[in-house]
DNA sequence: GTGAAAGCGCTAACAG
DNA sequence: CTGTTAGCGCTTTCAC
């Protein structure tokens, strides 16, 4: 393996000479620049990060710590984040919580505490205060991309603005008996975020005058086949809502396949809206308030190497856009037609 | 932020001596080392893995290469890949290909060759010719999971053994006409063994003497909603098979989806097999292969270990089980009821 | 048991 | 434009 003083060596520079000029930094003649560059890719050089970050404290790389990998939303924030760290020029140092979680505690500080990252990037994640307070004693740059946590700046939606337009949308459409698919999950910390997404829905539901049944209020767990599993069981049964707001796109997914099984067909029987623009939607032909996720990766991505290289740490940042996007899974309610 | 040099002065020891003590190396006295620990906590004391790493050459950290992350097999790999790596005491470092074949080049040799990491995982990708050989410069430990990568060792089910199991449950149902979502996808790099796939389902559809109509030969590109796509166009049609064998779970759910929007019924109409034992599946009754992915990915992670902590590396591995988990989604075809 | 000293590969003043 | 000199924080012989 080569290093930066091999070069230095055999092309009788010094080791700064051939640092500056592998940098590409200004005060180096174009010539050595080349005679360098030549030298380096003759003897296969490859720079070596750790001496770098030993001399510069800085490692090129951001630790970004997920609940699970298995859900859309959390392996699009980072897809958008690695993307972009990787046009930046830095690595991702992942940490799934999903594993530490059977174990009982979760010690995503391990490494990020080993100076290994220059910043955090926390995808959707409900800590406990004591990991509050070990993020906090990290003293780094730390941005939450999707719904907020405690004391980290957050980019993201506005949770109960996106469930208020979906509500809305099934409302304007005639809808007065409406149910809801929820996250909520009591045996995960996984999910954030869903209480406000149900107030939403309740609040707006009930201005509208729409009947909202408490057994109507379900709970998917953010997961499809679990909204399948529940929405069956609510449509086998005597009544049932005719307009289902689900919290994401994989459980209206669910939901869908369900009413179909149960007999009914969307949007003739029931309406079916769900929350984030999946990459399926489409496909599921499902209306749906569609987010750039990636996106929202991408700018935690960016954001968070501006501060690591300098840039000021502004208090807030404004809610990410999301738009309705409506499909062949929602229609007026069959009365009204 | 402490180092080990303010622990020795504090203490008045050596920083060799606080070193040995923190690492747990024998000939420190007790006494001494219960010292250590506590001056180290005292003064938060956190190592640097860059300056350990500098001295000792090993970073801790393995990279994990995945085409995507959004595919429930690829995921599920990283996340058996992180839990095993973070009991190893070891950090992962991702990339993801999906960012950058947009960028008409992967460039994941990025910080592999900054020696960032001390070995990589491979999880489902193809190479090109040139990445293959820029890998192999690398000279580290390198371990595939999933379909085989030529030239790298690898940890996966036997592809052809897995689709032969499938396709034989359907015939030995007595299905006489099956057909097969198969994942190829000419537009990506993200999918392998595809054709050993189609070539077992082939040949062991023919030989039971089973009528394997070309047009039953779908793609679905291994996702779910395309799945759903070219099912339903199937479906619609004059002739259909009543058995389909899926190359994935997530397309098996696309599929059982379309037929039932084609107002058939599964397992009535139409006998429907996965490949994988996704996490709904069961949710789904859906019949399938089932693997064990996490493990796969554990396994790869543990094996990779191993050798860079000095291990022998074997030429090959086991083919990974799988075992033919029957469920609700497949049936005798009507006829032979 | 513990210490002293050298060095891992690179960057960063400070000179010239 | 280039060289010299110190380190960054840790591990590791080699001594004692």
Known sequence: MATIGQIAAELGLSKSTVSRALRGIPSISQETIALVQEAAARLEYVPS???????TGRNHAIGVIVPSLNRWFYSSVVSGIDRTLAELGYDVVLF????SQAAGTRLFARSLLRRRVDAVIVVATVFTPEELAEL???DMPMISVGPPVSGIRNIGVNDAAVMTAATKHLIDLG??????????????LTVIGASEREHAFTRTASAAGAVVEPTWMLSGGYRSGVAKQVVLQLYQGLTWPTGLVCASDEMAIGAMFAVQQAGLSVPHDVSIIGIDGHEYSADYDLTTCSQDVQEQGAAAARQVVAEVEGAPAP???EPAEFSLVVRGSTA???HSR
Chains 1, 2 share one sequence.
């Open 49 to 55: 990060v750790a001496a770098a970050g030993l001399s």
């Open 332 to 334: 007026p309610p069959r």
């Open 315 to 317: 208090y807030a940042f």
């Open 96 to 99: 799934d919580l999903d594993r």
């Open 136 to 138: 906090a004693l990290l």
């Open 175 to 188: 809808h007065r008996a409406v149910g809801l698919v929820g996250g909520y999950d009591p045996e995960s």
